[in-house]
């Protein structure tokens, strides 16, 4: 049977200093990868590798601005370096999640949000899925959100970067998968993590609407990301894959 162990894999995880993020970087090490974590928060990143290896994990920090597409080709060559030259395992994690009016979202706005959740994948993708495919093993999974599925007023931005994440997740099986990386997505619902805090009882009543009628904790996100990462999943391509309580199922 295959495994869901990852001892000897490099894992590059993006956003990985608070939510889903840390969650799943701390489960990747916690089964035996070596994790980089990523993100713009020196103090945070250091705190999340010193945690991961107070557990006995591996993981290193890399600062990395995802909006600038030279900082994530830096990052790239940085990751591979720390990992030996090669990196095994990418989550696509970092995002921005604001809501709002369409006619009240500016320009940069717009551009904020396309360039750390459509772009930012878009360029590790490319970066790293070459090597991954020469080398015939990889694996890639992107954090997409269920409201890229169905149409809520005040997240038109935010859904249609992340319905766009999800073609990319398609395209990409289709484009590497031959070569032996695998890609695919999973979409969370309603996560209660730092970043979600500022929407107050509104998390709960999002989270109400779906069967399981609660928020999902980061952990929960995470152990599906491992998943799809993992040899257990090795069948898996292409797949977009609800975590959403089962909100898109009703």
Do not use: C
Request: aromatic share 4%; no cysteine.
């Amino acid at each position: 049977m295959a495994s869901l162990d990852l001892a000897g894999r490099v894992a590059l995880v993006t956003g990985a200093t608070s939510g889903i993020g840390a969650a799943t970087a701390a489960l990747l090490a916690e089964r035996g990868a070596h994790v980089l974590v990523t993100g713009r928060d020196v103090s945070r990143g250091e705190g999340m590798v010193g945690a991961i290896r107070e557990r006995g994990g591996k993981a290193d920090f890399v600062a990395a601005d995802l909006r600038e597409a030279e900082s994530v080709r830096r990052l790239t060559r940085e990751a591979a370096r720390l990992g030996g030259g090669r990196v095994d395992i990418l989550v696509n994690n970092a995002g921005i999640f604001p809501f709002g009016p369409t006619e009240q979202a500016s320009p940069g706005d717009v551009d904020a949000v396309y360039d750390l959740n459509v772009k930012a994948p878009f360029y590790l993708v490319a970066e790293l899925a070459p090597a991954m495919a020469e080398r015939g093993h990889g694996t890639i999974v992107n954090v997409s959100t269920m409201v890229a599925e169905y149409g809520v007023a005040g997240m038109a931005l935010y859904g249609s970067s992340k319905a766009a994440l999800n073609l990319l997740t398609k395209a990409w099986a289709a484009e590497f998968g031959p070569r032996g990386v695998r890609v695919n997505a999973v979409e969370p619902g309603p996560t209660r993590t730092e970043g979600a805090a500022g929407m107050g009882d509104g998390l709960d009543a999002l989270a109400a609407q779906a069967p399981a009628g609660r928020p999902a904790a980061p952990e929960e996100i995470a152990e599906a990301i491992a998943y799809l990462a993992s040899d257990a999943a090795g069948f898996v391509h292409g797949a977009v894959l609800p975590v959403d309580g089962g909100r898109t199922a009703v």
